[in-house]
């Protein structure tokens, strides 16, 4: 940073620009409009490579400046990281033992970054703007900078706001005399509605006014859960109404019809949760595709879809029966409770590729019990009534993992398709976007149709 003036003439302000690498440009053109107006300016102009020793000058900079101007821009917004973010910090940090009535902190947007959004400290949001495209030079800066060398500490405070709340659409208002009309935004008709305030602590004690307050938080809390669901986007509800469905169903399924009914002994009750958390991953799994593919899902199909996972995992994994004889029988590639790593991935391709196939090709695909003595053969499979088996197992050639799928037609035995996928680095659901492919492909939908 220059020096100050000589003599007796007052020193001039001081201001430290801070901005990413990737704006120099714009903060040059800033430095050159501030050094013509008078004021001395200090930015770096090196990448940081001189370590320690040029870490402290900078900190000794920010220390003694007289005003801070961090440059706001579509680059800070990108970068999640940055040395420029340590200097803002350290400018909030000295706020702190600032007066609130002291003008410190002059933020400048160089493009159309908005203030409601940005990804800035919350102080910078409590005082003005000055947006300067490029960093060029405009009347609002000339005010700016006269401020600054008459000595004017007034802050520029901008139209009153909580950062928290941060609204869609910011009133573009500056205080005189940067601007000298100040016209707040019409508020956007479609923009949600705000969040309900908390309420209040009450200022007197006692049963009754505890009672009222809780109340208060209860009805809060449900309308706080109502506008958050209103505000997800079409598949995300259509997820949550999943679970709820998948949820519900489970708990009617796990309690007897009434007190003199004893249900039977299942093999491991204590996995009734494992079960339960199966079911929900294979909704999830089934909504994901759902997305992904385009596909509306309606009540009645939520409905249909929830007695298939509860169909599928409410006994849990063993040697039950496959349920009705539906053309493609499926085969689960690993058991849900497998520890190791290669199981683990076979079991999440089997709910992804489960969840397409069951919405691409409705009422046309069951699954079994997954590994029973000597595994699903065709003879078995055509017993089912089932005209394709799809099946995979992990496989591993001594140095490299992988899944091994195969498509057989029950009625000669013959395998139509087979592939081997590799496991490490490989994303579950590329893979079983893949082999839904190969299958919708090879498994005529005329076959499928005279299985109904």
């Not at 598949?235 to 949820?247: A, E, M, N, Y």
């Not at 079911?279 to 089934?286: P, S």
């Not at 009540?299 to 053309?327: M, Y």
């Amino acid at each position: 940073m220059s020096s100050a003036g000589t003599g007796s003439a007052p020193p001039r302000p001081s201001v430290f620009i801070s901005y990413a690498s990737e704006d120099r440009s714009a903060a040059r053109t800033l430095r050159d409009a501030l050094a013509a107006a008078g004021i001395d300016v200090w930015y770096d102009e090196s990448d940081l490579t001189g370590g320690d020793a040029w870490d402290q000058k900078i900190r000794r900079q920010i220390r003694d400046c007289d005003y801070f101007m961090p440059v706001v821009s579509a680059t800070t917004e990108r970068r999640k990281e940055g040395y420029f973010r340590r200097e803002w910090r350290l400018a909030v940090e000295r706020t702190l033992d600032m007066a609130d009535d002291v003008l410190f902190l002059l933020p400048i947007a160089i493009d159309d970054t908005s203030e409601a959004t940005a990804r800035v400290p919350e102080k910078f949001l409590a005082v003005q703007w000055l947006r300067l495209p490029s960093g060029l030079p405009s009347p609002a800066l000339d005010a700016l900078a006269k401020r600054l060398l008459s000595g004017d500490h007034t802050p520029l405070t901008r139209a009153p706001w909580s950062p928290r709340t941060r609204p869609s659409k910011p009133n573009v208002c500056l205080p005189p005399p940067l601007v000298e009309i100040c016209t707040p935004t019409p508020p956007d008709p479609a923009a949600p509605p705000p969040m309900p305030t908390f309420p209040h602590t009450p200022e007197k004690g006692g049963f009754f006014h505890g009672v009222r307050f809780m109340a208060e938080v209860l009805w809060w809390g449900l309308t706080a859960v109502w506008l958050l669901f209103n505000r997800l986007p079409k598949w995300g509800r259509v997820l949550v109404l999943i679970w709820v469905v998948s949820t519900l169903f489970l708990g009617k399924c796990s309690r007897p019809l009434d007190r003199g009914y004893n249900a039977p002994e299942r093999p491991n009750p204590a996995r009734a949760p494992e079960r339960e958390k199966k079911a929900r991953l294979l909704a999830d799994r089934i909504s994901k595709s759902a997305r992904e593919g385009g596909i509306a899902l309606n009540s009645a199909e939520i409905s249909k879809l929830g007695n298939e996972i509860a169909q599928v995992f409410v006994d849990g994994f063993g040697d039950a029966p496959a349920g009705p004889a539906k053309p493609l029988l499926i085969v689960p590639f690993a058991p849900p409770t497998a520890e190791d790593a290669p199981s683990k991935f076979a079991h999440a391709v089997f709910l992804s590729l489960y969840g397409r196939l069951s919405l691409d090709r409705r009422g046309e695909v069951s699954v079994t019990a997954p590994i029973a003595a000597g595994g699903v053969t065709p003879a078995r499979a055509r017993q089912l009534g089932s005209n394709f088996v799809l099946s995979a197992t992990p496989a591993s050639d001594g140095t490299t993992a992988g899944l091994a799928v195969q498509l057989v037609a029950t009625g000669d035995g013959k395998v139509v398709w087979t592939q081997t996928f590799p496991v490490t680095g490989s994303d579950p659901t590329a893979i079983a976007e893949q082999i839904a492919n190969h299958v919708l492909r090879l498994v005529p939908k005329k076959v499928m149709r005279r299985g109904k």
